[in-house]
T-cell receptor, first 112, second 113 residues
Framework: QQQVKQSPQSLIVQKGGIPIINCAYE??????FPWYQQFPGKGPALLIA?????SEKKEGRFTISFNKSAKQFSLHIMDSQPGDSATYFC???????????FGKGTRLSVIA | KAGVTQTPRYLIKTRGQQVTLSCSPI?????VSWYQQTPGQGLQFLFE???????NKGNFPGRFSGRQFSNSRSEMNVSTLELGDSALYLC????????????FGPGTRLLVL
């Protein structure tokens, strides 16, 4: 049973566009929702994370929107650049030292 | 601080063999988690060690095992390799537990022939 569903699988946007990646979760006990960015040949790196007490968090060009009632959260990348081309993973976990559950990833390509 | 390091970076084995992968966490981090990454299944949690004790375990067969040493370095072992074990194995460390920022290493790419 996949606990975190991520969409789309792949995404192509023009430079300057705003790609949006969506994730939905099932376990209402989840209370930590990070996004990771992975470049080829590298391990995932934490991009931004949110907890359910806020509906939006922004760090630079990256914004997480969180909808607790719908059990959904999304990543927006403002003014996307070719250097943002990577695979993005959403994840979720609950407090108490439980493992992260990852979505299956979205391969983003930003074309100039 | 140096990041998470994993050795070796690449490995080719044949079916039936066993393999040991190594992970050195960021200095001061006591938690080490292992993940298997494949194109079809994405990132799947294998297990987590904290202060030399396995604290969490994913849904993998007993052929997958691990351990952590007193200096927080960790190893994972896969016995009786199968073709389906071909994957990128990622190690992640964190200061405390898994419910927080995890810092990933570059991974070990294992190919089973």
């Amino acid at each position: 049973q996949q606990q975190v569903k991520q969409s789309p699988q792949s995404l192509i946007v023009q430079k300057g566009g705003i790609p949006i990646i969506n994730c939905a979760y099932e376990n209402t006990a989840f209370d930590y929702f990070p996004w990771y960015q992975q470049f080829p040949g590298k391990g995932p790196a934490l991009l931004i994370a949110i907890r359910p007490d806020v509906s939006e968090k922004k760090e630079g060009r990256f914004t997480i929107s969180f909808n607790k009632s719908a059990k959904q959260f999304s990543l927006h990348i403002m003014d996307s650049q070719p250097g943002d081309s990577a695979t993005y993973f959403c994840a979720a976990s609950k407090s108490g030292n439980t493992p992260l559950v990852f979505g299956k990833g979205t391969r983003l390509s930003v074309i100039a | 601080k140096a990041g998470v390091t994993q050795t070796p970076r690449y490995l080719i084995k044949t079916r039936g063999q066993q393999v040991t992968l190594s992970c050195s966490p960021i200095s001061g981090h006591r938690s080490v988690s292992w993940y298997q990454q494949t194109p079809g299944q994405g990132l799947q949690f294998l297990f987590e060690y904290f202060s030399e004790t396995q604290r969490n375990k994913g849904n993998f067969p007993g052929r997958f095992s691990g351990r952590q040493f007193s200096n927080s370095r960790s190893e994972m072992n896969v016995s009786t390799l199968e073709l389906g074990d071909s994957a990128l194995y990622l190690c992640a460390s964190s200061p405390g537990g898994t419910a927080g920022t995890q810092y990933f290493g570059p991974g070990t790419r294992l190919l089973v022939l």
